[in-house]
């Protein structure tokens, strides 16, 4: 064999050899999440067949990492009182509402019952009965707290006027209460004169009971009590009278005057 051919040989078997020698792990990896580039030998081999036979190399799944779950929040002992007690006051200001709510439909229902042919009817009047000794300067009458008539007058028209009327309408079932102030001047002439400088002031209350489905008809009599023989600023007086009838009838008009 000619030396320089197989000098030529030798290099070509000994270039292969050290080609054959490269390990496939110096080769760079590729990227995450990605397919592989490169192949070894057998893969480059194998592919071609894969072609032939009409199949679909396989697709590269890529794994996902499911989140991790959110740990449970942990409550101190001071945090957990403090919404506890405020939770327990919106619990207490429910019921007080819920309360409130239940008594005004309690309330709606009564007004709702009460109309119609429910209730009571009263009729207030006042009658003066003094005589021309006493002169009626001033007349105030409450019922139930609240001022139904309130007149002052020092020329005479008041005490000419000798049924007044105080109250007619409707009123709650049940006791009421009616209070009564007037003033009175002395009216004397002749012998009498001395009567001119006396003032008189009666205060008086009195209590009655509305009965439910009737009309009370009260009357204020304003009088002069003894005789002759009484002392004058013992004389000024009032009295009541009650008259109860049934059904609720308009009352203002006054009945025929009594002693």
Same mark, same amino acid.
């Given at each position: !064999?000619?030396p320089?051919r ?9 270039g292969?050899?050290?080609?054959? @020698?490269?390990?496939?792990? #110096? ?7 990605? @397919? ?7 893969s480059?081999?194998?592919?071609p067949?894969?072609s ?5 190399? #396989?697709?590269?799944?890529?794994t ?18 403090v919404r ?6 919106r ?14 439909? /309690?309330?709606?229902?009564d007004?709702?019952?009460n ?6 009817? @009263? ?9 021309n000794?006493?002169?009626l ?9 609240? =001022?139904q008539?309130?007149? /002052?007058?020092r020329?005479g ?8 009327? =105080?109250?007619?309408? /409707?009123?709650?079932?049940g006791d009421?209460t009616?209070q ?13 004169s001395? !009567? ?20 009370i008809?009260l009357?204020i009599i304003?009088y002069?009590k ?7 600023e013992?004389r000024p ?6 008259k109860?009838?049934s059904?609720l ?11």
């Amino acid at each position: !064999m000619n030396p320089g051919r197989l000098v030529g040989t030798l290099l070509i078997v000994t270039g292969l050899c050290a080609l054959a @020698a490269v390990p496939v792990a #110096a080769q760079p990896a590729p990227p995450p999440g990605s @397919a592989s580039a490169t192949a070894s030998p057998a893969s480059s081999s194998s592919a071609p067949a894969a072609s032939a036979s009409g199949s679909a190399p #396989a697709t590269p799944t890529a794994t996902v990492a499911a989140p991790a779950a959110p740990s449970a929040t942990t409550i101190d002992g001071p945090t957990y009182a403090v919404r506890l007690r405020d939770l327990q006051q919106r619990i207490d200001e429910l019921k007080e509402q819920i309360r409130r709510s239940h008594t005004r439909l /309690s309330l709606l229902s009564d007004s709702v019952m009460n109309t119609g042919t429910s209730g009571s009817r @009263a009729s207030i009047r006042f009658d003066n009965k003094f005589s021309n000794l006493f002169q009626l300067t001033r007349a105030t009458i409450v019922l139930d707290g609240t =001022v139904q008539y309130n007149k /002052s007058d020092r020329s005479g028209g008041l005490a000419e006027q000798t049924v007044i009327p =105080v109250f007619n309408g /409707s009123i709650p079932p049940g006791d009421h209460t009616i209070q009564v102030l007037i003033n009175l001047q002395g009216n004397g002439f002749g012998v009498f004169s001395y !009567m001119r400088g006396y003032h008189f002031e009666v205060r008086s209350s009195h209590s009655f009971t509305a009965v439910e489905g009737k009309t009370i008809k009260l009357r204020i009599i304003a009088y002069e009590k003894g005789g002759v023989d009484t002392a004058i600023e013992e004389r000024p007086a009032v009295r009541y009278m009650e008259k109860v009838v049934s059904g609720l009838v308009d009352a203002s008009q006054p009945e025929a005057t009594e002693n």
